[in-house]
T-cell receptor, first 113, second 118 residues
Framework: DGGITQSPKYLFRKEGQNVTLSCEQNLNHDAMYWYRQDPGQGLRLIYYSQIVNDFQKGDIAEGYSVSREKKESFPLTVTSAQKNPTAFYLC????????????FGPGTRLTVL | AQSVTQLDSQVPVFEEAPVELRCNYSSSVSVYLFWYVQYPNQGLQLLLKYLSGSTLVKSINGFEAEFNKSQTSFHLRKPSVHISDTAEYFCAVSDWGAGGTSYGKLTFGQGTILTVHP
């Protein structure tokens, strides 16, 4: 089955620690995205990548980093510089045409203890 | 810059009643519009989208939305809801007038929680 996988589903981390969230897709999509979801705020774009080895900051990139070494993978690192990292993180992918639908993974819920 | 406003954060309704979830957007260029649905602790699924052509678009499970350019709205409607429609619904906009640099970049509204009561 084609789709997007995110792991882990739940993640706990202590303050001051970096943590990496995994996102893998087998849809052969060029573009991939990371969103953060907080209650009552909708989804906000963290980073996006339109092609391998290239990515751009979204609206709330501070305290996050990404890499895009392979077409199917787009990991997100939440660094200790992120002030309020507790949230639900969603990865998405799409084709390169503006009318293409974004498909979402099941999400990772990160809790900072 | 584009923005999306969903006018109701929560909409309670009884089963088999009609429902409308409101969405307004602002953008300086032409847009594409989307409605996504999210069930608890899951990712988002596309419900329907407006790209061009007929301003009324429909989903396979009975929802429909109408693009109104003069009112910059894209409200979602269903004539008779079911318990299984209980979920959070997100309106989103993607503009295509920015020289191709922002393709696929969606701006989301704050979400509307639809709760269907028996």
């Amino acid at each position: 089955d084609g789709g997007i996988t995110q792991s882990p589903k739940y993640l706990f981390r202590k303050e001051g620690q970096n943590v990496t969230l995994s996102c893998e897709q087998n849809l052969n999509h060029d573009a991939m995205y990371w969103y953060r979801q907080d209650p009552g705020q909708g989804l906000r774009l963290i980073y996006y990548s339109q092609i391998v080895n290239d990515f751009q900051k979204g609206d709330i990139a501070e305290g996050y980093s990404v890499s895009r070494e392979k077409k199917e993978s787009f990991p997100l690192t939440v660094t200790s510089a992120q002030k309020n990292p507790t949230a639900f993180y969603l990865c998405a992918s799409s084709g390169r045409v503006v009318t293409d639908t974004q498909y979402f993974g099941p999400g990772t819920r990160l809790t900072v203890l | 810059a584009q923005s999306v406003t969903q006018l109701d954060s929560q909409v309670p309704v009884f089963e088999e009643a009609p429902v409308e979830l409101r969405c307004n957007y602002s953008s300086s260029v032409s847009v594409y519009l989307f409605w996504y649905v999210q069930y608890p602790n899951q990712g988002l699924q596309l419900l329907l989208k407006y790209l061009s052509g007929s301003t009324l678009v429909k989903s396979i499970n009975g929802f429909e939305a109408e693009f109104n350019k003069s009112q910059t709205s894209f409200h979602l409607r269903k004539p008779s809801v079911h318990i299984s429609d209980t979920a959070e619904y997100f309106c989103a906009v993607s503009d295509w007038g920015a020289g191709g640099t922002s393709y696929g970049k969606l701006t989301f509204g704050q979400g509307t929680i639809l709760t269907v009561h028996p």
